[in-house]
Structure formats: C-alpha cells, structure tokens
C-alpha cells in the first residue's frame, strides 16, 4: 500500500509561481511512475504531468509544457511540480498519483493523494 500526501498549494497571482510536492509513505515509489492531474470545478480530472520512474522520461499536457517541470527524488520517496508563469486557468484541485502503466491514463493509478487547492488569481 502506498499512501500519497501533496502539499505546496495556495493562492498566487498571474505569473507566479508555485512548487508542490507529493510525499509517499508505505512502499517506496523507485518502481513507479508518477503523475499529476488536475481537476477545476465542474470538469474532469485531467493529466498534468507524469514521471518514468527513473526520471529519465517526463511527460506534460501542452496547457503547461514550458510552464511546468516535473521531478522526483527516490531517496526522499518524493515527486515534485515546480509551476511558473501560472495562469487563471491553471486554478484547480492538483493530485498525484501512482501507476506501473499509462501515465495519462486515469483509470490505470493505483493510488491517490488527497489533493492540493491552486488559485491562480487575475
């Protein structure tokens, strides 16, 4: 079992910046992709951003490529998504998760975080 805290989230203004983080305890995430997905209110939980498990390969949505960098450290058991030049839009609900397959695929992670509130203020 794989227990997911996130945390860094909060209110920014356009053009800021925010760094989250994704802490594992339970098992070590070294075997696992990691991603994180967004959910704003009335929409669906959508891919972010994912990491291989070695870090070697990274993945992001075009909404944030350029804005958004993903990183983890195995010896801290811990996934990271530093957020720059943050936009309104990018204001949502951000989860990390874990899975062995599929890193856009939603219905293929194991485990869940609890989430992080982001609010992108204009």
């Known amino acids: 079992q794989v227990q997911l805290v996130e945390s860094g989230g909060g209110l920014v203004q356009a053009g800021g910046s925010l760094r989250l983080s994704c802490a594992a305890s339970g098992r070590t995430l070294s075997t696992y992709t990691m991603g994180w997905f967004r959910q704003a209110p009335g929409k669906e939980r959508e891919f972010v951003s994912g990491?291989?498990?070695?870090?070697?390969?990274?993945h992001y949505a075009e909404s944030v490529k350029g804005r958004f960098t993903i990183s983890r450290d195995n010896a801290k058991n811990t996934v990271y998504l530093q957020m720059n030049s943050l936009k309104p839009e990018d204001t949502a609900v951000y989860y990390c998760?874990?899975?062995?397959?599929?890193?856009?695929?939603?219905?293929?992670?194991?485990?869940w975080g609890q989430g992080t509130q982001v609010t992108v203020s204009s």
């Open positions: 998760g874990a899975t062995r397959a599929g890193v856009r695929t939603l219905a293929l992670y194991n485990y």
């Open positions: 990491i291989a498990w070695s870090g070697g390969y990274t």
